[in-house]
């Protein structure tokens, strides 16, 4: 369900909606993709992202493990000035697991716009094979080490959906690979 099409892409349904749409018990959830980032791995929002509902209890900060290792440019990032400001590495240079990482947590990056009841839940996503896996964990790593308290790494190769939830709770480090 959208709110129309403007410029060529779906428009975003208004945040009254979607609380009318909870008040009045006619779904249980509501999934709203909020930021795009240009069908690229990583992303750092504009002043007027992301439109996240008010009413959102749960977040998910999606970053492709393949943006790792990349440069901070246009061609393997969305905004690259943008995520080169955020972690203070400049245009042109690599994309390490703690400089996403500190995108990630910033509240200018990864965790603007969340609602101050919203659970914060960043996923890493591609980790489809063997040889990303180490640099998925580098990155869960800088990631809790910057304060996230759970995590997810998921694959959707092929035809299946694998997700691997990590929580200081439940699971320790050393298991979220296993």
Do not use: Q
């Amino acid at each position: 369900m959208a709110g129309g099409i403007v410029n060529e892409k779906l428009d975003s349904l208004s945040a009254d909606f979607i609380n009318d749409l909870l008040e009045d018990d006619v779904t249980d959830y509501i999934l709203v993709e909020a930021d795009g980032s240009s069908r690229k791995p990583f992303k750092a929002p504009a002043e007027h992202e992301p439109p996240i509902p008010p009413c959102s209890t749960l977040v998910l900060y999606v970053i492709g493990v393949d943006c790792l290792g990349n440069t901070i440019d246009s061609l393997h990032m969305h905004r690259p000035e943008l995520i080169s400001e955020l972690c203070g590495l400049n245009e042109g240079e690599v994309l390490t697991a703690g400089a996403a990482a500190e995108v990630a947590m910033s509240h200018l990056g990864g965790k603007k716009n969340v609602p101050p009841k919203a659970r914060w839940l960043p996923v890493i996503n591609k980790v489809d094979n063997e040889s990303v896996l180490e640099p998925a964990i580098n990155l869960a790593k800088a990631l809790i080490r910057r304060g996230t308290s759970e995590l997810m790494l998921s694959s959707t190769a092929g035809d299946k959906l694998m997700l691997r939830h990590w929580s200081r709770d439940k699971t320790a480090l050393d298991n979220i690979n296993k």
